[in-house]
């Protein structure tokens, strides 16, 4: 839940606070622009993992003590960002919520780290699904939670309030009970030959090509729906209660009801289905989201919009991280799984730069009508993993 209060105070929490500012949508989606800390987490990964096995006794602490170093600047820079005026400090809320990417992202690697190095190969689905719950949760708070709060007082204590919450993650993190593996002596200088290895041991042991085109494109209309639904609603006539009552407390419990019918599903059937499911339910989303676009402001229609685009996105949330689990090798799994949802999110970053000037100069209709056809070239790639794989998964 730590690490999905912060997502949503730099995406759409924030375009809905832009938004308010009359910030065009080309600028919001340039906005998009400070998450790339989560796209190039895996430039530091390695890092961490190496620190974490040379100077603790046991590498879990290191984690720990990363992901707590990580949480403390995560709160300072939460509550500065709310203290920021954006119609008069554009660029240093820009820097901010830089800044707090880079932390929270810091400690999604260490989250990360410790669930795909703790959890068996068996216990992957149901991981990925409470990972996905407690992210979803944590979006509802960073989401709805801080939309309410700006509503009845001001975006200041919004996210002052948002960063007070934050602290919790701290014991959650610390007291998580972990077996005392021992840890290696090898020195810090050997972390660009860890890197290199780390890389080459993922490109031989994975169909690589297929994989990251496959991400690449899987992450497009997901995105595109949750970085340009607030300046879209907005621009219809929704206020700030409606859009927290519909997308985020409606919508994000029906995000949580997915990833629990994905972790059922991937443990019956296996992730790669789930997949191709959620796929079939995004460019279904983008349909709707056109229908919304010609219909207007309709609170009922709303709701099967969202509701649709909500439970798929759960769904894919869960199947992702389960599906990139698999190709996570030891002794580099913790690196392996930052590279690889590093990428979905840089497929994020250019997906949601694109969608703000695609919505300015041809229309919304038009943006989720080709947000809809790229899920086409990623059911191609998915169908191509498939046959890599003689598993159940």
């Not at 880079?102 to 669930?115: E, G, L, N, W, Y």
């Not at 810090?188 to 031989?204: D, G, P, R, V």
């Not at 010609?294 to 099967?304: A, E, Q, R, T």
Request: aromatic share 18%.
């Amino acid at each position: 839940m730590a690490s999905g209060i912060p997502f949503l105070l730099v995406l759409s929490t924030l375009s809905f606070r832009l938004t308010e500012c009359n910030i065009s949508p080309s600028m919001i989606g340039l906005f998009t622009l400070v998450t790339l800390p989560y796209s190039l987490k895996f430039l530091w990964a390695p890092f961490l993992e190496r620190f974490a096995y040379a100077y603790f006794n046991c590498r879990y602490h290191g984690f720990k003590v990363w992901g707590v170093c990580a949480q403390v600047g995560l709160i300072v820079s939460t509550m500065l960002l709310g203290a920021l005026d954006p119609m008069i400090y554009l660029s240093a809320v820009a820097i901010t919520a830089f800044f707090l990417s880079f932390f929270a992202s810091t400690q999604d690697i260490v989250i990360d780290a410790m669930r795909v190095e703790l959890l068996a190969t068996k216990q992957i689905g149901a991981g990925a699904a409470i990972e996905s719950i407690g992210f979803r949760f944590g979006m509802l708070i960073g989401g709805a939670g801080a939309l309410y709060l700006a509503s009845m007082y001001d975006w200041f204590w919004a996210y002052f309030i948002m960063g007070g919450l934050q602290v919790l993650g701290i014991p959650a993190l610390w007291f998580i009970p972990v077996e005392n593996v021992n840890a290696h002596t090898a020195p810090l200088f050997t972390f660009f030959k860890t890197l290199q290895n780390s890389f080459k041991h993922l490109y031989a042991e994975t169909p690589f090509v297929y994989l990251i085109l496959f991400i690449l494109f899987f992450k497009i209309a997901d995105t595109v729906l949750n970085a340009m639904s607030a300046p879209f609603l907005y621009e219809l006539g929704f206020d700030k209660i409606e859009y927290a009552n519909i997308t985020k407390s409606f919508g994000i419990s029906l995000m949580v009801i997915g990833g629990l019918v994905a972790g059922y599903i991937m443990h019956q059937i296996g992730s790669l289905f789930v997949v191709g499911v959620s796929l079939f339910l995004q460019a279904v989303s983008c349909l709707l989201f056109i229908i919304q676009s010609w219909v207007g402001y309709d609170l009922s229609v709303l709701v099967i919009t969202i509701g649709v685009e909500s439970f798929a996105s759960g769904m894919a949330s869960a199947a992702f991280i389960a599906m990139i689990s698999l190709y996570c090798k030891s002794p580099f799994a913790a690196s392996h799984f930052t590279f690889l949802y590093a990428v979905g999110s840089l497929s994020r970053v250019i997906a949601s730069l694109l969608a703000g000037i695609t919505a300015d100069f041809f229309g919304w209709a038009w943006l989720f009508f080709v947000s809809a056809i790229t899920t086409i070239p990623a059911f191609w790639f998915l169908i191509c993993l498939k046959r890599t794989r003689n598993d159940r998964y």
